[in-house]
């Protein structure tokens, strides 16, 4: 299977919470990402948390990590449509040519509608 | 502070032909890596450069070739184009190593 896996596709209602979730197959991980690509954009990192933490909080975003089950979720609270988006997650490790690589999922397209 | 920039924004080259896309990274950025973005395969890691030194290499084939200057900028070359080579191809410059990388726009290629 690939290493990071997330589900394609979530709708939501405005002003509700999105909850995006990512699994990633590597425990010697050491940063999580979460990048964000609007149409015809590159990737806007959005937030990152070290493989040490468990949680962390940025405005409106809230991003869990669960090391034990290799999980990763990305938490948007009261989402606008300006939200709508495809969501990234990405994990990075030591490599065997001595460089952090970071490895993407497929994305998560995340529909905002009123 | 600019962000990393990508240039051309678009481009339409014929089977056959070569390209070579341009990546300038955020100044004091070191690292530069490039993407290749499909809907079927999603995003795949091309290669890597720090400080002149290609460090990584993703499964590509030789067509795909890069380099980077003195001043951190760095150019991806694709030679005999495919039509399957048509992508957003993304470059992303870090500080260093292992520390979170801003992309540029990406150079939309399409092979005819």
């Known amino acids: 299977g690939e290493d990071v896996e997330q589900s394609l596709f979530l709708s939501v209602r405005e002003g509700d919470s999105s909850v995006i979730n990512c699994t990633y197959t590597?425990?010697?991980?050491?940063?999580l990402y979460w990048y964000k690509q609007e149409p015809g954009a590159g990737l806007q990192l959005l937030t990152y948390?070290?493989?040490?933490?468990d949680m962390k909080q940025d405005q409106r975003l809230t991003v869990l990590l669960n090391k034990k089950d290799k999980h990763l979720s990305l938490r948007i609270a009261d989402t606008q449509t300006g939200d709508s988006a495809i969501y990234f997650c990405?994990?990075?490790?030591?490599?065997?040519?001595?460089?952090?690589?970071?490895?993407f999922g497929r994305g998560t397209s995340l529909i905002v509608h009123p | 502070k600019a962000g990393v920039t990508q240039t051309p924004r678009y481009l339409i080259k014929t089977r056959g032909q070569q390209v070579t896309l341009s990546c300038s990274p955020i100044?004091?950025?070191?690292?530069v890596s490039w993407y290749q973005q499909t809907p079927g395969q999603g995003l795949q890691f091309l290669f890597e450069?720090?400080?002149?030194?290609?460090?990584n290499k993703g499964n590509f084939p030789g067509r795909f070739s890069g380099r980077q200057f003195s001043n951190s900028r760095s150019e991806m070359n694709v030679s005999t184009l495919e039509l399957g080579d048509s992508a957003l191809y993304l470059c992303?410059?870090?500080?260093?190593?292992?520390?979170?990388?801003?992309f540029g726009q990406g150079t939309r290629l399409t092979v005819v």
């Open positions: 992303a410059s870090s500080v260093r190593e292992n520390t979170e990388a801003f």
């Open positions: 948390i070290f493989s040490n933490m």
């Open positions: 450069y720090f400080s002149e030194t290609q460090r």
């Open positions: 590597d425990s010697s991980s050491t940063y």
């Open positions: 990405a994990e990075t490790r030591l490599r065997s040519g001595g460089s952090y690589i970071p490895t």
């Open positions: 100044s004091g950025h070191r690292s």
